[in-house]
């Protein structure tokens, strides 16, 4: 992927402090439901898959990563207390927990971000609805990060890619300078703080965590290849292959870090 710095470094573990940040304050309108959330059929993140919730199926993938100390799921406040009993329920730990969301993925992930300690090394951003993320990326983009500050998971993209303005192409963008940017996003602790005080100075609103960090003009931020499993729940119709990829992952081996 020429113009990228592409990473396929080995999955293998690091002893560092590594604190994942989920949000999952979001709406999620796109899936035009309005019933309670307890009832796990209303907000993506909360919609069931084989009895636990999506957000449950996200945390756990992070929970089995041996480069994670702590997790942190920013919530709606008024998803806080009953969110603490689904976790108990589920068997979550003491490991993983909350704080309060903000009205747009970008002031969640920084209220949690607020309460991240020093002690923290790197900080790992995902989307609550990409449950089927491989243990072995996780562990690839953070070694990736640790060793450059900055790394994200991406994929290339197999259809053509116009730029169009209105309806009318502009131009044909060539595929193999291009990636399909996916989670985690993972960087280091200070560099991800600033890069949230210059967008909160600067009233710029990002895509992503790593729009914000290449802002700073600090660190080439890296990639690290992912794959098509690791979809982003948010339509009706993600559901059925969501339920396609959990029963191949009920029926594959599981994966240990070497």
Not at 71 to 83: F, G, P
Not at 94 to 113: I, Y
Not at 191 to 210: H, N, P, V, Y
């Amino acid at each position: 992927m020429t113009g990228l710095r592409v990473s396929r470094a080995p999955a293998t573990p690091i002893v560092m402090n590594v604190s994942v940040i989920i949000p999952a304050a979001g709406l999620g309108t796109r899936m035009g439901r309005t019933a309670p959330e307890k009832a796990g059929i209303s907000r993506k993140q909360f919609m069931l898959l084989n009895n636990s919730p999506i957000l449950i199926h996200t945390i756990r993938k992070f929970l089995s990563s041996p480069s994670v100390t702590e997790i942190v799921v920013a919530l709606r406040e008024d998803d806080l207390n009953w969110a603490q009993d689904l976790f108990k329920e589920q068997g979550i730990g003491p490991s993983v927990r909350t704080v309060p969301g903000g009205e747009t993925r970008q002031q969640s992930v920084e209220n949690a971000l607020t309460t991240i300690g020093s002690e923290t090394e790197l900080v790992a951003v995902h989307d609550a609805v990409r449950p089927f993320v491989e243990i072995e990326i996780i562990e690839k983009v953070i070694r990736e990060a640790s060793e450059t500050g900055a790394a994200i998971v991406g994929i290339v993209p197999v259809d053509t890619v116009k730029q169009v303005h209105r309806n009318k192409v502009r131009a044909t963008l060539p595929r193999e300078r291009l990636i399909l940017t996916q989670t985690p996003q993972v960087f280091r602790l200070d560099l991800l703080r600033q890069a949230f005080e210059k967008a909160r100075a600067d009233l710029f609103i990002g895509t992503d965590e790593s729009s914000l960090v290449e802002r700073l003009e600090q660190v080439e931020v890296s990639v690290v290849l992912g794959t098509d499993r690791n979809i982003k729940i948010t339509k009706p119709s993600d559901m059925d292959l969501a339920r396609l990829y959990l029963a191949l992952e009920n029926t594959a081996p599981a994966f240990e870090v070497s």
